[in-house]
């Protein structure tokens, strides 16, 4: 356990300095496809692999591949320098971020959690999609945020294609103009 | 084998506490937090607000596996974290397309059409 727990917080925390520092933003998205990963294991060690497989299709998969389209529409090839991806509040926001985590670190340690021990998790499926939709003693708000969880992604699909559709006669399509 | 090494291989064997699984999640929210503040693209900036999720669903993760009240929610609230972030990826960069036709940039501190 101690040998996984090691080998998976590092390879996150790492991937995780590696997105903030990398100076490509292609390096970035796929440091953090590596830090996603790294979750993934973690939840393995916590007896959920459903969760698991879901944070492997949806991050490692969808979210890191929307990224990359997303780099391949808006970037231009650039000066990569420290100076011209940091902007100036590199020093300040270090020293929030170290008082943020070791603030959160302090208090998640220091807090008595009562009698905690692994293997409390639901590892069946089935009982995964009983707590999703709030029956089976799972709490029953679930199936209420449920819906709302769908209703959100759609609209959220809609607002995207409203967002980035190109309005009719604002910009050129390159590839066929020029 | 001799019992040193029984003991080690028992020791490596040992459950993670809790705590082990917080602290990890705390710090990547930091790193998350630090990228979101110091960078200036705006796409990275969106990858490090990712990274803050899945610290929060590390932590939800974990509570869920080891409170013996908890039930297992935990584990619904990150299905429903990891759609809520799914929505907030789609959506962002969409806006961050937009931006890049109407200004050339995604660099968050060039991009001030909002400023009073």
Redesign the interface.
């Known amino acids: 356990m101690i040998v996984a727990f090691v080998f998976l917080a590092s390879m996150t925390l790492i991937c995780s300095l590696g997105v903030v520092l990398s100076r490509s933003v292609v390096h970035s998205a796929l440091f953090m496809s590596g830090a996603f990963l790294g979750v993934a294991g973690f939840f393995v060690m916590l007896n959920a692999p459903a969760l698991a497989a879901f944070q492997v299709l949806i991050y490692v998969g969808a979210v890191t591949v929307v990224i990359l389209f997303g780099i391949m529409f808006t970037q231009r090839p650039q000066v990569r320098r420290f100076r011209t991806i940091m902007n100036r509040q590199i020093w300040p926001g270090l020293l929030a971020a170290i008082g943020v985590g070791a603030f959160l670190a302090y208090v998640l340690s220091v807090q008595n959690w009562g009698s905690t021990a692994p293997g409390n998790g639901l590892r069946d499926v089935a009982n995964l999609g009983e707590v999703l939709l709030g029956v089976g003693g799972a709490p029953p708000i679930f199936g209420l945020l449920f819906e709302v969880i769908s209703i959100l992604l759609l609209v959220a699909v809609i607002a995207a294609i409203v967002v980035s559709r190109r309005k009719t006669g604002e910009g050129v399509d390159r590839g066929v103009e020029e | 084998m001799p019992p040193q090494a029984q003991e080690f291989l028992s020791?490596?064997?040992?459950?993670?506490?809790?705590?082990?699984?917080?602290?990890?999640g705390?710090?990547?929210?930091?790193?998350?937090?630090?990228?979101a503040?110091?960078?200036?693209?705006?796409?990275?900036v969106?990858?490090?607000i990712?990274?803050m999720i899945?610290a929060v669903?590390?932590s939800l993760?974990?509570f869920?596996?080891?409170?013996?009240d908890?039930?297992?929610?935990g584990?619904?609230y990150?299905?429903?974290v990891?759609?809520?972030?799914?929505?907030?990826?789609?959506?962002g960069?969409?806006?961050?397309?937009?931006v890049?036709?109407s200004r050339?940039t995604?660099n968050?501190?060039e991009v001030n059409l909002m400023k009073g």
């Open positions: 020791q490596l064997n040992a459950a993670i506490p809790l705590e082990g699984y917080l602290v990890v705390a710090i990547m929210f930091a790193i998350g937090a630090w990228g503040l110091i960078r200036r693209n705006a796409v990275v969106f990858m490090c990712e990274l899945n669903n590390l993760v974990a869920a596996d080891y409170l013996p908890a039930g297992g929610a584990v619904g990150a299905v429903l990891i759609a809520v972030a799914a929505a907030e990826v789609a959506v960069l969409a806006i961050a397309l937009a890049y036709r050339k995604v968050v501190d």
